[in-house]
């Protein structure tokens, strides 16, 4: 049981839309990374937050925001969809600077048409 | 560059017969190592992980891998593989000093088990 949930686990969208996708963190962990599993594909790091603040981003463009909150859940936003935005986003919580590893969530599936 | 190969796409294999998959990364530091196994539609699983000391790491599931810096690679195995292993397996390369989150994933190896 890793403690990370994300939500919602299903969502379809139409392109041009707007979409939140949220975390949920392990109890204890205070950074929270993003990633986009495409189909076939490995995940690929979109961006990490600690303190509230972004640290670290992968090649994603400016579309692609997200937000820390007090309690260490995060959000990630996308903004003007594309088709090619539908994947698996996957959500993961760590201690930040400590040698344990990334736990993640089950994950959010979304399709855009 | 940083990055990681998983050079099998997929690969099958007999119920009990010995597993054995690869990885290669490209690193420009002493990297954090990583074995994740994800199942259709879930989320990702860890296996096992490097940082450190000894170079033959065992992970959970009966699973084990090597690192092998002059060989850049950090290949999984296991000695009998059983039907439920079938899954998706990713390798992953971290950052030095403990940013965990941030990790270079290979493109997967699926694996399918035979009976």
């Known amino acids: 049981e890793t403690g990370v949930t994300q939500s919602p686990t299903h969502l379809i969208k139409t392109r041009g839309q707007q979409v939140t996708l949220r975390c949920s963190s392990q109890s204890g962990h205070n950074t929270v990374s993003w990633y986009q599993q495409a189909l076939g594909q490995g995940p690929q790091f979109i961006f990490q937050?600690?303190?509230?603040?972004?640290?670290g981003r992968g090649n994603f463009p400016p579309r692609f925001s997200g937000l820390q909150f007090p309690n260490y859940s995060s959000e990630l936003n996308v903004n003007a969809l594309e088709l090619d935005d539908s994947a698996l986003y996957l959500c993961?919580?760590?201690?930040?600077?400590?040698?344990?590893?990334?736990?993640f969530g089950q994950g959010t599936r979304l399709t855009v048409v | 560059a940083q990055s990681v190969t998983q050079p099998d796409i997929h690969i099958t294999v007999s119920e009990g017969a010995s597993l054995e998959l690869r990885c290669n990364y490209s690193?420009?530091?002493?990297?954090?190592l990583f074995w994740y196994v994800q199942s259709p539609g879930q989320g990702l699983q860890l296996l096992l992980k490097y940082f450190s000391g000894d170079t033959l790491v065992q992970g959970i599931k009966g699973f084990e891998a090597e690192f092998k810096r002059s060989q850049s690679s950090f290949n999984l195995r296991k000695p009998s593989v059983h039907w439920i292993d079938a899954a998706e397996y990713f390798c992953?390369?971290?950052?030095?000093?403990?940013?965990?989150?941030?990790?270079?994933f290979g493109k997967g190896t699926k694996l399918s088990v035979k009976p």
């Open positions: 992953a390369v971290g950052h030095y000093g403990g940013r965990q989150g941030n990790l270079i």
């Open positions: 937050y600690y303190r509230e603040e972004e640290n």
């Open positions: 993961a919580s760590s201690s930040f600077g400590m040698n344990t590893e990334a736990f």
């Open positions: 690193y420009g530091a002493t990297p954090y």
